[in-house]
T-cell receptor, first 115, second 117 residues
Framework: NAGVMQNPRHLVRRRGQEARLRCSPMKGHSHVYWYRQLPEEGLKFMVY????????ESGMPKERFSAEFPKEGPSILRIQQVVRGDSAAYFC?????????????FGPGTRLTVL | AQTVTQSQPEMSVQEAETVTLSCTYDTSESDYYLFWYKQPPSRQMILVIR??????QNATENRFSVNFQKAAKSFSLKISDSQLGDAAMYFCAYRSAGQGGSEKLVFGKGMKLTVNP
């Protein structure tokens, strides 16, 4: 059973460009979480999605950031008009969300560098 | 809002020795989960151990064990017989368990563990 897949692993963008980060959850998992890790910091929650639904976006910046988890395909975290402060590692985690299953399995992360 | 505090930014331990990593948290909830994650230089987040708040017994996973003090809101991780591969960043995390609670993990800032040969 493949783990959580994220791509790309490294992404370089210039200020003002768009960044698209992809996350494929583990097989059978229908819940996806996105976290951001700034340098020398812990992970900060951004958004929690189920298929075709955003459940909790309390950690998402109000502007330029959006996320989706379509019925088919990976979850996408989209950052428009990137700025240097967006440089960070972005982690995706997935969960089956069955009774008794409370663990989130993490992907390897995407390291975004904004020049 | 829940918060997680790891007050020691760095620690070191000699190989084969025991080390304890501290973590405190703040919550008004009675039902929750606590976790310790390890992040090696590869940056992959690896679950080390998990504790359900309703369980009085401290969780144990091989060389890793916790000291869960619910009244004190303390959740320390003990690593016995430290190995070079234990060197990593360690993050303490909290998650609500009640109905309607947020699914999100709340992380501490982390602690860098160095293992000396």
């Amino acid at each position: 059973n493949a783990g959580v897949m994220q791509n790309p692993r490294h992404l370089v963008r210039r200020r003002g460009q768009e960044a698209r980060l992809r996350c494929s959850p583990m097989k059978g998992h229908s819940h996806v979480y996105w976290y951001r890790q700034l340098p020398e910091e812990g992970l900060k929650f951004m958004v929690y999605l189920q298929k075709e639904n955003i459940i909790d976006e309390s950690g998402m910046p109000k502007e330029r950031f959006s996320a989706e988890f379509p019925k088919e395909g990976p979850s996408i975290l989209r950052i428009q008009q990137v700025v240097r402060g967006d440089s960070a590692a972005y982690f995706c985690a997935s969960s089956p969300r069955l009774a008794g299953h409370n663990e989130q399995f993490f992907g390897p992360g995407t390291r975004l560098t904004v020049l | 809002a829940q918060t997680v505090t790891q007050s020691q930014p760095e620690m070191s331990v000699q190989e084969a020795e025991t080390v304890t990593l501290s973590c405190t948290y703040d919550t008004s909830e009675s039902d929750y989960y606590l976790f310790w994650y390890k992040q090696p230089p590869s940056r992959q987040m690896i679950l080390v151990i998990r504790q359900e708040a309703y369980k009085q017994q401290n969780a144990t996973e091989n060389r890793f064990s916790v000291n869960f003090q619910k009244a004190a809101k303390s959740f320390s991780l003990k690593i016995s017989d430290s190995q070079l591969g234990d060197a990593a960043m360690y993050f303490c995390a909290y998650r609500s368990a009640g109905q309607g609670g947020s699914e999100k993990l709340v992380f501490g800032k982390g602690m860098k563990l160095t293992v000396n040969p």
